[in-house]
Nanobody, 121 residues
Framework: QVQLVESGGGLVQPGGSLRLSCAASGSIFSINAVGWYRQAPGKERELVAM???????NYAYSVKGRFTISRDNAKNTVYLQMTSLKPEDTAVYYCNGGSYHVVVAGRFGSWGQGTQVTVSS
């Protein structure tokens, strides 16, 4: 079983950039799709970006053009490059993977600790 661990969060100013990493304990190539999700206080967890084993990507409208998801199979890592950050992006960010439909639905049996992203001046 592949386990995913998030890292790279922190405090950034509006308009700043940050890169999150999602490291797998096993081969990330074996996972059909990986998604980055975020959850702000008092709100539901939402899918913000996903990437398939074939390299296809999709983004939530709110982050399209600002966030870029990518994967490095050699390093068993999926990244989320975030630019032009806004206070509304403040949330705990999680990654998880599985079949395409599971990733879209965001219904997983377990989640990791996530990594906190705070956008504030």
């Amino acid at each position: 079983q592949v386990q995913l661990v998030e890292s790279g969060g922190g405090l950034v100013q509006p308009g700043g950039s940050l890169r999150l990493s999602c490291a797998a304990s096993g081969s990330i190539f074996s996972i059909n799709a990986v998604g980055w999700y975020r959850q702000a206080p008092g709100k539901e967890r939402e899918l913000v970006a996903m990437i398939t084993s074939g390299g296809s990507t999709n983004y939530a409208y709110s982050v399209k053009g600002r966030f870029t998801i990518s994967r490095d199979n050699a390093k068993n890592t999926v990244y989320l490059q975030m630019t032009s950050l806004k206070p509304e992006d403040t949330a705990v960010y999680y990654c998880n993977g599985g079949s395409y439909h599971v990733v879209v639905a965001g219904r997983f049996g377990s989640w990791g600790q996530g990594t906190q992203v705070t956008v504030s001046s």
